[in-house]
């Protein structure tokens, strides 16, 4: 049984380092950090400060992760959720208590290297207490083909003064099948920004649906949408900020590239409902831009290399 | 050499450069004047094959009009545009990498140097941050780097400040002591007395090819001095 763990660990570490992690943050004492694989918790480092609770469950696992208050955690809190096996579903559910006053950040990698036909879901609520801030940045490294669905669902609440920030990324392997849905209730004076880059190819299938409640006093929030679709693949974008509070200020900000034949729909919607909310939006769906391309292209690189280096960039 | 026969350039169905003669030799720097409009940009992306084209254009005497942007290239050709592109995500370095031909920081920074601009720079990206002037400075560094046989250069020095005027002249000038046949598109004076050949582009046709400093009169007297239109 040991002997299956540290097998499954010591591989899941080795995918984490070839898509640029730092193994020693999952072998230091000074980082905290969790490793799943399917249902199984390989390993679990907690520092001062930082307390993770974990049970099984059929098809993953459930997780609670505190930080206390006033804590700086200076090193970032590694999470690592993967999928060795071809096929299956995994569910982790996760609650996120980041105490007053505190600052943490996390960087979860998910890792489904041999994807067939795979379902992950992340179902995650977070508190951020007042005063605290919580960054959040979730990495997909997923295999070359097969089927993988991935459905992250998260609510997060931001007390006064707080805040959030997450970033979700998939450009290496396929994305699949994607569906997002984040909704986020910010405080008084907090602020928070969900940023999503996301290369779809194939007949991958993305929608990502966004929503921040700007209900304090002065919160401020961003919705930024960097995506490329190539080939079938297609998307749906929704990002919602809704104005509650006095002087409350939100943005969506969506940028899509697309390609070949795919198709992409973007719907940013901007709701005042106080006339001292200001909300706007921007969204821009097109082809490769034409002068990027011939600049790249009048220094010799091919098209299908130009069109890499733009997409590259939107996607960094 | 590269040579344009009878070179015309279709925009949008219509030709706007027509019946152009001219010879551009490596190591020399040929001048373009021409007034607003008169087609001094499409000749250049004609020239990089952005545009379609009749007539013909020959490099050591092969017609070159088949190949493609990035086939001219590789071949030594390229051009820097009146407006350079911005790109989101991608630093200066990076971007300058892309046409160096030894993909190495120094070289980079040499570059860079040689347009007048900062170290400080590379690690900034090329969009809206950078000012119109930057942006044409980081085109020419990237021209460059490139070592090419032939560049085109677009208006390299509009919208530039004095003392970067002096620095963009002398990169010119290495450039065409390498070896590069350097196509300039300019208004400026100082740079017109860089130039070994001057022409007059005027409703799309060349109408005057001769010395530069002759050509320059002319074109203050004349911007557009009238020939029989065929
Ligand atoms: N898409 C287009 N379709 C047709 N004609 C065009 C198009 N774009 C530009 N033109 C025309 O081509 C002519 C030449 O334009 P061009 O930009 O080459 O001039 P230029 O000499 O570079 O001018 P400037 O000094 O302003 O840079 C202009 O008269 C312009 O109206
Ligand atoms: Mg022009």
Redesign the interface.
């Known amino acids: 049984m040991d002997e299956m763990y540290s097998r499954e660990y010591e591989a899941l570490v080795k995918y984490f380092e070839n898509s640029g992690g730092d193994p020693r943050a999952l072998r230091s004492s000074e980082y905290a950090s969790m490793v799943i694989n399917h249902n199984r918790v390989l390993h679990v480092s907690e520092v001062d400060g930082i307390q993770m609770r974990f049970e099984r469950m059929e098809n993953g696992v459930e997780v609670w992760i505190t930080v206390n208050e006033n804590v700086v955690v200076k090193n970032p809190v590694h999470l690592c959720f993967g999928m060795l096996p071809r096929s299956g579903r995994q569910i982790i559910r996760s609650h996120i208590n980041v105490g007053d006053g505190s600052r943490v950040k996390f960087l979860s990698h998910c890792i489904f290297p041999k994807a067939v036909d795979i379902e992950h879901v992340m179902d995650s609520d977070v508190t951020i207490g007042m005063g605290a801030s919580m960054e959040y940045e979730e990495v997909h490294i997923h295999g070359k083909s097969g089927r993988i669905r991935v459905v992250p669902k998260a609510i997060v609440n931001v007390g006064p003064g707080g805040y959030y920030s997450s970033t979700f990324v998939v450009k290496t392997g396929r994305a699949g099948n994607v569906d997002i849905d984040y909704s986020l209730f910010l405080s008084d004076n907090s602020s928070a920004s969900l940023f999503s880059k996301i290369y779809g190819r194939y007949n991958d299938k993305i929608r990502v649906k966004e929503s921040m409640y700007l209900k304090g006093r002065k919160s401020r929030g961003i919705i930024k949408t960097r995506m490329v679709l190539r080939d079938r693949s297609s998307s749906e974008v929704i990002g919602e900020v809704v104005g509650i509070g006095d002087d409350s200020r939100g943005h969506v900000d969506c940028m899509e590239v697309i390609l070949d034949d795919a198709t992409a729909r973007a719907s940013p919607i901007v709701y005042a409902r106080n006339p001292k909310a200001k909300v706007t939006h921007e969204a821009a769906i097109g082809s490769v831009d034409k002068k990027q391309l011939l600049t790249l292209m009048s220094r010799g690189l091919s098209e299908e290399e130009s069109i890499d280096v733009i997409v590259g960039g939107l996607l960094r | 050499m590269l040579s344009l026969r009878d070179f015309t350039v279709i925009r949008g169905g219509s030709k706007i450069v027509r019946d152009v003669n001219l010879d551009f030799e490596e190591g020399k720097i040929q001048i373009i004047l021409g007034s607003n409009g008169s087609g001094k940009s499409t000749l250049a992306q004609g020239i ?1 094959g ?1 545009f379609p084209t009749d007539g013909h254009i020959f490099m050591d005497g092969e017609d070159i009009s088949s190949l ?3 086939e ?3 071949r030594g ?3 820097a ?1 009146q ?8 630093t200066v370095k990076d971007y300058l990498l ?2 160096s031909r030894e993909k190495k920081l120094g070289e980079v920074e040499d570059a860079l140097r040689m347009v007048g601009l900062p170290r400080t720079m590379l690690f900034q990206e090329m969009d809206d941050s950078l000012s119109g002037g930057e942006r044409k400075r980081i085109e020419l560094a ?1 021209v460059l780097l ?1 070592k090419p046989r032939f560049a085109i250069l677009d208006e390299p020095d509009s919208g530039i400040d004095i003392i970067s005027f002096k620095r963009i002249a002398s990169a010119i000038k290495e450039m065409r002591n390498r070896g590069t046949g350097v196509i300039l598109i300019t208004h400026a004076e100082e740079m017109i007395s860089l130039g070994d050949v001057a022409s007059i582009l005027c409703n799309g046709r060349v109408v005057v090819t001769g010395k530069p400093a002759d050509v320059r009169r002319l074109f203050t007297k004349t911007p557009c001095p009238i020939r029989e239109v065929r």
């Open positions: 990089m952005i493609k942007v990035d001219r290239a590789r050709i390229t051009l545009f407006e350079p592109a911005r790109f989101e995500g991608i892309i046409s990237s490139m």
